[in-house]
Each structure stands twice: as structure tokens, then as C-alpha cells.
């Protein structure tokens, strides 16, 4: 998909601090979202191999609608379907792309340490 490098960094730090959870906001398509960066401990269970954490997205509106997904360095483990319609993403023939794309925008902001998020 595409590159989350930053939430490898930012787990690491969660570990070194002690900390199970994180957060910080995400605007994607002027849409504001609360982002919880949580590790896998307690009943937070682990259902891809290689993922690092697993993400809930919230909408800063209604933290009611809410996305919750697992992710490593290479972007979103979960089915482009989701993905797309969770983040109102229209189809498009470069799919990859745009996947890619939304990966890096995310990352973007992604806090490399737990200290630096809100």
C-alpha cells in the first residue's frame, strides 16, 4: 500500500515509555479524525502476523463512526473495499496509487514518539 514508517518509530517509543496507547488527529478530505495508536496487549489480540499496531480511526464529529484496523511500515492491513469506503475513496483505475498516497499523507502525520502526541 503504501509507507507508515513512522508508526514502527512511534510503537518503539510507546514500549520504551510504557505506554499502551497514543493518539493524535488525522484531516483527510477535510474530514478531522482522532487517531488511537494501541498496542497488542490484553485483549487487543493480533490477527495479522506482521502487524505492528492496530489503529481506530474516529471522526472528530462522532467518535461514534468509528474505523478500527491493524497496520505495519507498508500502510493499512485490511481490504482496499474498507479502506475506500470508510474514508469515502472512489474508485479509481490507480487504486495502488491512491492507496499509497493516503499511506503517505497519514504518515505524515504519525508522531514518531509518543511525547509528541496529543
Known amino acids: 500500500m503504501g509507507n ?3 508508526l514502527k518509530l512511534l510503537r518503539t517509543d510507546m514500549e520504551a515509555n510504557g ?3 497514543s493518539s493524535f488527529i488525522f484531516v483527510y478530505k477535510n474530514i478531522k479524525y482522532v487517531v488511537l495508536v494501541k498496542l497488542f496487549i490484553g485483549p ?11 489503529l ?3 471522526k472528530y464529529n462522532d467518535i461514534q463512526d ?9 500502510g493499512l ?3 482496499i473495499k474498507s479502506i475506500r469506503k470508510y474514508f469515502e475513496i472512489a ?3 490507480n487504486l495502488g496509487q491512491l492507496m499509497k498516497q493516503f ?3 497519514l504518515n505524515s502525520v504519525v508522531p514518531p514518539s509518543s511525547s509528541k502526541s496529543k
Open 4 to 6: 507508515l514508517d513512522h
Open 19 to 21: 505506554w499502551t496507547i
Open 44 to 54: 487487543i489480540k493480533k490477527l495479522d502476523q506482521y502487524a505492528l499496531v492496530q
Open 56 to 58: 481506530e480511526f474516529m
Open 66 to 74: 468509528n474505523y478500527i484496523v491493524e497496520a505495519n511500515s507498508n
Open 77 to 79: 492491513i485490511d481490504d
Open 91 to 93: 474508485y479509481s483505475p
Open 103 to 105: 499511506a503517505q499523507t
